[in-house]
């Protein structure tokens, strides 16, 4: 059982930055895929990028590539979202999510089938 808490959430003007952060608890992570969900107004839940224990390169979604970077630091339990050029459109609620690898991360990101999910942090992207 893991406990996920993210934060870092902000009102941010278009074309700003933010780092998500999401510390996580419970077990080592050694073994551990971690991804950031969104749910924006209006829409499902979207996989926005994960990042697998193992030797995959990370998956992002479209409409973030070039824009976002995720990372792990296992050693501090703790997984980052770095958010850059945000636009309007990325305003919405971002969650952490992450569960005991056996697919790939693209397959996490594009299911949602994650085991542990976070609260929640609020973005909110507006002039």
């Known amino acids: 059982q893991l406990q996920l808490v993210e934060s870092g959430g902000d009102l941010v003007q278009p074309g700003g930055s933010l780092r998500l952060s999401c510390v996580i608890s419970g077990n080592t992570l050694d073994y551990t895929t971690i991804g950031w969900f969104r749910q924006v107004p209006g829409k499902e839940r979207e996989g926005v990028s994960c990042i697998s224990s193992t030797y995959y390169d990370p998956y992002y979604a479209d409409f973030v590539k070039g824009r976002f970077t995720i990372s792990r630091d296992n050693a501090k339990n703790t997984a980052y979202l770095q958010m850059d050029n945000l636009e309007p459109a990325d305003t919405g609620v971002y969650f952490c999510?992450?569960?005991?690898?056996?697919?790939?991360?693209?397959?996490?990101?594009?299911?949602?089938?994650?085991?542990?999910w976070g609260q929640g942090t609020q973005v909110t992207v507006s002039s």
């Open positions: 999510a992450a569960v005991d690898t056996q697919y790939g991360p693209t397959y996490y990101c594009q299911s949602g089938r994650l085991d542990w």
